[in-house]
C-alpha cells in the first residue's frame, strides 16, 4: 500500500523567505510522485512530477523538489516565498499499474508581507 | 486552464436525492479519475476508468456509483445523498496509466441540506 505523509499542515513564511514543505512517502514499488498546488476556490495544478529521471525535479514558479530514496522524501522548495505563493499544497504518490494518486493531507502556506 | 471540464459547478440538493457529476476529460486522454475533497477526510481518490473500463477503487461508497462512456466522458453518479456527501468533487485525466501526469478540473462543489 501507498501513503504520503506531509509534515505541517500550516506553514507561515516571510516574502522572500526560503519556503520548505515537507512531504515522506511510503511505496512498496518505485513510486511516482507529485506536488500539486490548489489556490482558493481553483483546482489543482501540477507543480512539479518525479518519475526517477533525475532525483531534483524542477517545477512552475520556481519550485523545486528533491527525491531522496534513503529518507522516502520529497521535499518541495522554493528559494524565496512570493505573495502569490500562499495556497494550498499537496504530495502524492502513485506507485501502482493503474496510476491513480494517493494525496497527502496538504499543507497551507501563508506568506506574510 | 487544464483541460477537463466538470459540469455542474455548484449544485445544492436535499438529503435523500440524487444527483450526476460530469465530466469531460481532456482531448486524447483515456484515463479519468474521481476523488472528493472534503474538510476531515482531505482529498480521497474514489474510482478510475480506462477506456471505458474501470481499472481501480477506492474509498467509493456503495451509494456512488461512476461509469465511462464510449466517446470517454464520465459521469459520477451519488444517490441516497447525506449531509456528509458536501464535498468538492474533483474529475481528473490523464493520457494512459502508470506515471502518467494527471490533471485536474475545477471540481464540483456538492452541497445536502
Known amino acids: 500500500a501507498q501513503s504520503v505523509t506531509q509534515l505541517g499542515s500550516h506553514v507561515s513564511v516571510s516574502e522572500g523567505a526560503l519556503v520548505l514543505l515537507r512531504c515522506n512517502y511510503s511505496?512498496?514499488?518505485?513510486?511516482?510522485l507529485f506536488w500539486y498546488v490548489q489556490y482558493p476556490n481553483q483546482g489543482l495544478q501540477l507543480l512539479l512530477k518525479?518519475?526517477?529521471?533525475?532525483?531534483l525535479v524542477k517545477g512552475i514558479n520556481g519550485f523545486e523538489a528533491e527525491f531522496k530514496k534513503s529518507e522516502t522524501s520529497f521535499h518541495l522548495t522554493k528559494p524565496s516565498a512570493h505573495m502569490s505563493d500562499a495556497a494550498e499544497y499537496f504530495c502524492a504518490v502513485s506507485g501502482g499499474s493503474q496510476g491513480n494518486l494517493i494525496f497527502g493531507k496538504g499543507t497551507k502556506l501563508s506568506v506574510k508581507p | 486552464d487544464s483541460g477537463v471540464t466538470q459540469t455542474p459547478k455548484h449544485l445544492i440538493t436535499a438529503t435523500g436525492q440524487r444527483v450526476t457529476l460530469r465530466c469531460s476529460p481532456r482531448s486524447g486522454d483515456l484515463s479519468v479519475y474521481w476523488y472528493q475533497q472534503s474538510l476531515d477526510q482531505g482529498l480521497q481518490f474514489l474510482i478510475q476508468?480506462?477506456?471505458?473500463?474501470?481499472?481501480a477503487k477506492g474509498n467509493i461508497l456503495e451509494r456512488f456509483s461512476a461509469q465511462q462512456f464510449p466517446d470517454l466522458h464520465s459521469e459520477l453518479n451519488l444517490s441516497s445523498l447525506e449531509l456528509g456527501d458536501s464535498a468538492l468533487y474533483f474529475c481528473a485525466s490523464s493520457r494512459g496509466l502508470s506515471g502518467n501526469t494527471i490533471y485536474f478540473g475545477e471540481g464540483s462543489w456538492l452541497t445536502v441540506v
Open positions: 476508468y480506462y477506456n471505458g473500463e474501470e481499472r
Open positions: 518525479y518519475t526517477s529521471a533525475a532525483t
Open positions: 511505496s512498496s514499488v518505485p513510486p511516482y
